[in-house]
């Protein structure tokens, strides 16, 4: 039997956090709770490693909770496992400063159990992958940060995310791009070229039929001769990223910015995410099936500095 998954759950009120816990128990979690900040990390720091995912409450009695977040992001152990800060402030301005911080998921009180285990499941999926990436990423040849220009042709969400790692390694001092860059290019398969929506992607992924339906639809007489372009340019300290695909566009405008909406969905804030974390710009051209993302490689190397 797999060993069960474990969050940390942190508010100060014993309620929240038994119905928390109530929560997470049916999808096979066990919990730690904690009641303070101070309290929390005597638990990371004890059993860090065991730890899946953080449900943290913003305003607990002992301080700010993104405070016990940001000590976190300065231990390599535990600076990738995933926080959901959780709090009954809807502003617009708190979720934009959890997620400048690093807080991808964000969560509005009271919420729902099957809400909560949504959110959980997608923290946990989206930290194994950016695991994942990274490891491979540290497995391929460093010749990479030589490349000056080059264009790339894909279909498939695997071949997008072996080019999201191949060329990630272009710039050592910004390991998020390779999250960001992943994001741009299975987006360009599965909601451009494909046609998946971002609601119907949601869907799918609770049905678990997620992977059927993209092969189905690559091998579609409607979508088995479409392709994906990247094109990577460097120049003047800087390096652009432009992914094209053969869609209709979408209302980018409503992706690119943290808001209530998107803190109370389980997908969709990628490309927030991805123009927060690992670009310094990030523009959508024509109806939105062209993006560019602009990395500034001499301020990102000065900053790692």
Known sequence: MAEACTAL??????????????????????????????????????????ITVVLLDRRLTDGDGLELHERMKAVPELADIPVIVQTISDSSADIAAAIRAGVFYYMVKPYGGALLRSVVRAAAEAAERLKSLRGDLRSRNDAITLLQ?????????????DLAIALSSMVEAAPNLIFGLSELLVNAVEHGNLGIGFEAKERLKANGMLGREIEMRLDSIHHRDKYATLHVERCDGRIAFTVTDMGQGFDFDRYMTVDAFQSTATHGRGIALARSVSFDRLSYLGPGNRVVGIVEVERTAAMAD
Do not use: H, N
């Not at 220009?149 to 995310?161: G, I, M, S």
């Open 149 to 161: 220009e080059a264009r790339f042709r894909f279909r498939t969400p695997q071949e997008a995310r």
């Open 9 to 50: 759950v942190v508010d100060d009120e014993e309620m929240s956090r038994a119905i928390a816990a109530g929560y997470l128990a049916r999808i096979g979690y066990r919990t730690l709770e904690a009641d303070s900040k101070a309290r929390a990390w005597d638990i990371l720091a004890a059993q860090g490693d065991s």
